[in-house]
């Protein structure tokens, strides 16, 4: 949706655009005079929150920067405390306006505590004073919330909760609740007297009904699709009007006739909790297994296709993906997005059509994407250079990634343009490698340095971006830990890391999606990479003192922890190879550091892993975990976990999924997992055991950022893509 100049409308929101004068992103303001020439508005600005809906200060904005609202638009949003949730309500255009359309009993859906409630509006109120004439009010909601069984759940007249616009998730027609009959809303009206009386005297009830003066214009693109009527199967995205009105979205895991029943049912996986589902049990017998409180049974004859997704029955799109819905441009390349906060995770980012939308074997490259900025903190600051000095291609790879941060959804146009931008035939068409475009990605996109300097035994020292296992079979056992591999690759390579990086990039001993060394791999959630740094003092394997030798050959040494780097100090080194299997054995001597004393303390060098990349018959898909603290936060990432419509005239539909029994099993001791049958873990936890690729992690206390040096290296190299 481009932008409409404010025109005779007299309030605004910033779209986008650096901070000038006072205005910045979501801010509401007023407008005070026009610039035509030179395209900008002066204007006043209404701060919200504790001050209410009087102005604060002036400033001017880029007119193509902003988007005209009426008043009643203003004040709805001017109760949205923070900017970037008013921007988000102003990106689902359908639900924007329906909100600004609610009548007192009109039944929505809330946000809360406790999940998603329904609730009837019963008053909006007006917040703040007006000290001038031109001031506003905000306006909020009293609604009464409603339980399962279409009772109100207070029984006496207490307050009714103030909720703001954003606070609403749906809007229910009244003539989508047949059953909700005119006899029961009055019955709720009686019961529930407007609460004037019961509120601080700065907030004054506002009838719904009067709109003389607020009247909402639709301001909007709207879209209609027909319904489409296909036979449902397992696997299909269907919507289900429950007795309140609601409508709820899920996936058909189960069809058939449960227990004594005579008709078809279906038992589907929704989107989001709700109250009395159950986790795949119906009538004391399971049918599928999902989350808590997300299996609902219902008869087939009441699902219909996901109306979100529809298409016509003779295959012709109805909605392409660049019109689901209509979404303002307001990234600026100038303001980078921060990670996602984990407050805000489940409600941005989790669910269908959410993450980046993959098309044309682009997979490789948004799963690689997602991995690396949706929540990586260290990856944070890699694109902060000034604009006017970066080739587009670094903008188009910002609008994404702050796309992605702020809205939770990048339209697959937004990636095939900055695969074009890459220059290659293969990269725009083809299926890549992800160690490929993240070369790539640092090295001529982002002008980064390598994130890796090995030094070998020939004293040489390399950069790289990735770290490549390479190993024998033999060496390792059935199902190793990542930090066994990279011990025993570094060691049998005789590589080590002459700093400590902030990014470490390890990709598997598996090569395209048909030779895998290892049929299961077990993520390392703390990678310790102490022993792993050039010239950095180590403690002895046996005693803790400081080490002065290291041994490859006791490393798989099955009566010394095998799989673990041996280090021994001169007194341990010559008792352990006392043993005549270990007397051929070669340590090599290392370099100590000639201030550090013998028996100091060794600090250990951990990185944190966040991401692990999968690849399964030529696709991939990713996980991240979003919080270094809580060990469940772990999200599973598709590009393609459906697909709307035919390959020729359809989209690709994302998903973000949660994935909290990957953290339950990765919780376990090393010597559980050693222990575990992967065929028997949850299916999501299966699929990283059998199918990873590359694993990353980031130092928690070294943020990667461009060094100084950088602007000449870009300067000087030629930036061509190949």
Not at 21 to 26: E, L
Not at 198 to 203: F, G, I, K, N
Not at 234 to 255: H, K, P, R
Not at 690 to 700: A, E, G, I, K, T
Request: aromatic share 8%; proline share 7%.
């Amino acid at each position: 949706m481009e932008p409409k100049a404010p025109g005779k409308e007299k309030f605004f929101i910033v779209l986008r655009g650096k901070s000038r004068k006072g205005f910045c992103r979501g801010c509401i303001g007023r407008v005070e005079s026009s610039d035509v020439q030179r395209g900008e508005i002066t204007g006043l600005m209404y701060p919200g929150g504790s001050h209410g809906g009087g102005t604060k200060s002036g400033g001017t904005v880029k007119r193509e920067d902003t988007y005209p609202l009426t008043r009643h638009q203003a004040q709805l949003l001017l109760f949205v405390s923070q900017a970037s949730k008013r921007l988000e309500l102003l990106c689902n255009p359908q639900l924007f306006s329906a909100i600004c359309e609610l009548s007192q009993n009109d039944l929505v859906v809330l946000k809360h505590k406790k999940g998603h409630l329904p609730g009837l509006v019963k008053n909006m109120m007006k917040i703040g004073k007006k000290e001038a004439k031109e001031d506003l009010f905000m306006l909020g909601f009293e609604v009464e919330l409603v339980d399962s069984d279409n009772n109100l759940t207070s029984k006496k007249p207490t307050p009714l909760p103030l909720f703001s616009a954003v606070d609403i998730v749906q809007v229910v027609p009244s003539s989508s609740v047949p059953f909700w009959k005119d006899s029961q809303r009055e019955s709720v009206s009686k019961k529930r007297g407007m609460s004037v009386n019961s509120t601080p005297p700065s907030v004054r009830s506002y009838s719904l009904k009067v709109k003389e003066d607020h009247t909402v214009q639709n301001v909007f693109h709207s879209q209609s699709s027909s319904p489409f009527h296909a036979p449902l199967e397992v696997g299909s995205m269907v919507e289900v009007v429950s007795n309140l009105g609601i409508t709820v979205y899920g996936v058909i895991q189960w069809l058939g006739v449960p227990g004594e029943k005579t008709d078809d049912w279906a038992g589907i996986e929704l989107d989001y909790d709700v109250n009395g589902c159950s986790d795949g049990i119906y009538g004391g017998q399971r049918y599928f297994t999902c989350k808590g409180n997300r299996a609902l049974f219902v008869p087939v004859t009441k699902c219909n296709a996901d109306s979100r997704f529809v298409y016509s029955s003779t295959g012709s799109e109805t909605s392409k993906p660049d019109n689901i819905p209509p979404v303002p441009q307001f990234e600026d390349p100038e303001e980078d997005a921060p990670p996602i906060p984990e407050s805000e995770v489940s409600s941005l980012l989790v669910g269908k059509m959410k993450g980046i939308q993959g098309h044309i074997n682009s997979c490789y490259l948004d799963a690689t994407l997602f991995s690396l900025f949706s929540s990586s903190v260290t990856l944070d600051n890699i694109c902060q250079k000034p604009a006017d000095t970066e080739q587009p291609i670094t903008c188009t790879l910002r609008n994404i990634v702050n796309r992605l941060r702020r809205q939770g959804f990048v339209p697959a146009d937004s990636v095939m343009n900055f695969r074009e931008q890459l220059g290659c035939d293969s990269f725009r068409t083809e299926e890549k490698d992800p160690e490929e475009f993240i070369t790539l990605l640092f090295q001529k996109v982002l002008c980064m340095e390598p994130l890796l300097k090995l030094r070998s035994k020939q004293e040489i020292s390399q950069g790289a971006y990735t770290f490549q296992i390479f190993l024998e079979k033999e060496q390792m056992g059935q199902m190793p830990t990542v930090q066994q591999l990279l011990d025993t690759s570094c060691l049998s390579g005789d590589l080590k890391f002459e700093a400590m990086p902030s990014c470490l990039i390890v990709q598997m001993p598996r090569f395209g999606n048909k030779y895998k060394m290892f049929s299961h791999i077990i993520p390392s959630t703390d990678l310790d990479i102490t022993d792993l740094l050039y010239n950095s003092p180590r403690e002895c394997f046996v005693c803790g003192h400081l080490a002065e030798y290291e041994c490859l050959q006791c490393l798989p040494d099955r009566r010394l922890q095998p799989g673990k780097i041996k280090q021994y100090c001169t007194t341990c080194k010559i008792q352990v190879h006392t043993l005549p299997s270990r007397q051929g054995h070669t340590p090599k001597t290392l370099a100590v550091p000639a201030d550090v004393a013998a028996d100091a303390p060794v600090p250990r060098h951990m990185m944190q892993l966040f991401a692990v990349l999968c690849i399964q018959t030529s696709h991939y898909v990713s996980f991240i975990k979003y919080s270094p603290d809580d060990p469940h936060s772990w999200l599973f990432f598709d590009s393609m976990a459906d697909r709307c419509g035919d390959d020729k005239s359809g989209y690709s539909i994302p998903e973000v999924q949660t994935c909290p029994e990957l953290g339950d099993f990765l919780s376990q001791s090393e010597e559980e997992l050693a222990r575990s049958n992967p065929s028997q873990a949850p299916e999501l936890v299966r699929r990283l055991l059998c199918d990873s690729y590359m694993f990353l992690y980031q130092s928690p206390t070294m943020p990667l950022s461009n060094p100084e040096n950088q602007e000449s290296l870009c300067e000087d190299e030629d930036t061509t893509f190949p």
